[in-house]
Each structure stands twice: as C-alpha cells, then as structure tokens.
C-alpha cells in the first residue's frame, strides 16, 4: 500500500529501523557496513566541466557525504543517499540520489576509483532495498528524511539564488538603460527652449 501522507510517512520509517539493520548485515552486503574516507574531486557547477573542487568524501551505509577536510572541525558540503552510480570516464563516477539530482566525482587514483565505484554499487542496492520495503517513492517522504539529503535543497537554494542574480542584473540594465534615454529626453528638451530663446 502507498502512503503518500507526510506523517504516515514518518511514522512508518521509524518502524524500519530492524529492517534496516537486518539489511545492513546481509552476508550479500557484508562490506556495506564498511566505512569508506578518502580524498575526491567533485564537480560543484556542471556547466564548468574542468573545474572542480577538492573533498574529503565518506560513504556510509547507504549514504554518501562531502566534506570541507577530514579533521574534526570539518564543515558538511552535501549529504546524499545513493541511489545509482554510473561511470563517465576513467577514474569519474556520476552518482544519483533517489530525486534525479546527480553529483559528479573524481578519484585520486585507480585503485580508489575500484574501491569507490564497489562501495557506491553497494550503497545503491542498499538504497534500492530500503525503498522496496516502505513502498513509496522519495518524493512522499518528508522534507527532513535523510533520504532526501541535501543536493535537493542545495540545487534549489543555487536555482533561487541564479534567478535572483538574473533579475538584480536585469533590473539595474533596466535602470541605467532608463537613466541614459532620460539624459538624452532632458538635453533634447534643454536645446528646444534654447533655440525657442533664440
């Protein structure tokens, strides 16, 4: 049955926590409960494809995160759970979350790339799992479900904030624009009344 209630939502994923775990410790899965650290690349803007930006990145069940260092003052960039991985090029990885938004990463080296790319696929079967069991989608879960992690509320916050640099941009052309033609209306009106003197 589907329950596309925000409480009901709720409500039943706090009573699958012993799924969760008897999931978790699948012998199919074993290496899943096995955290992974390490230094990636991650491309934080898309349409800038050469550029991207040094992560300490840790995969955790079937959760994936992204920090600003390893130490103990490290700052959050992005949590995700996994749910797809595709590889792009060599030693590049896409992976999904279960709302469609898509992080791209870069290894170190090949030995990371194959250790993160198994974890990942394992992070996803997770996932796949969990989702399977409650019998509804990640869009009728509620905001503040780990499940819908925070690229959701990033890409949207970097949507807001693009269409408000869009409109700021427009606005002042608008102004200036305005202010020139009211310029050249006050020097036309100017040479009138001196020619009207004249």
């Known amino acids: ?11 039943f994923l706090s009573t ?11 012998s199919t899965l074993s290496s899943a409960t096995e ?3 390490d230094w990636l690349y991650w491309q934080r803007d898309g349409s800038k494809s050469h550029c991207w930006t040094k992560v300490y ?9 992204l920090f600003n260092g390893k130490h103990s003052n490290r700052t959050m960039v992005l949590k995700i759970a996994v749910s797809s991985v595709k590889v792009s090029t060599q030693r590049q990885l896409h992976v999904i979350d ?3 938004e898509e992080v791209e990463i870069w290894t170190m080296d090949e030995d990371s790339f194959a250790k993160w790319r198994l974890r990942l ?3 996803a079967a997770l996932t796949a799992q969990f989702f399977r069991m409650i019998e509804i989608n990640a869009r009728q879960l509620p905001r503040t479900s780990t499940y819908r992690g925070s690229l959701v509320t990033r890409t949207k916050k970097r949507a807001r904030c693009k269409a408000l640099f869009v409109q700021l941009v ?16 006050e020097a036309k009106e100017g040479d009138t009344e001196l020619e009207a003197l004249v």
């Open 1 to 11: 049955m589907v329950r596309s209630s925000s409480s009901e939502a709720a409500t």
């Open 98 to 100: 279960p709302s469609g």
């Open 170 to 185: 427009s606005q002042w052309r608008h102004k200036k624009d305005g202010g020139e033609r009211d310029a050249e209306a």
């Open 16 to 26: 699958t926590s012993t799924q969760r775990s008897t999931l978790r410790t699948s």
């Open 57 to 65: 990145g840790v995969i955790d069940n079937e959760f994936l995160w």
């Open 35 to 37: 955290t992974l650290k």
């Open 121 to 123: 696929e394992e992070a």
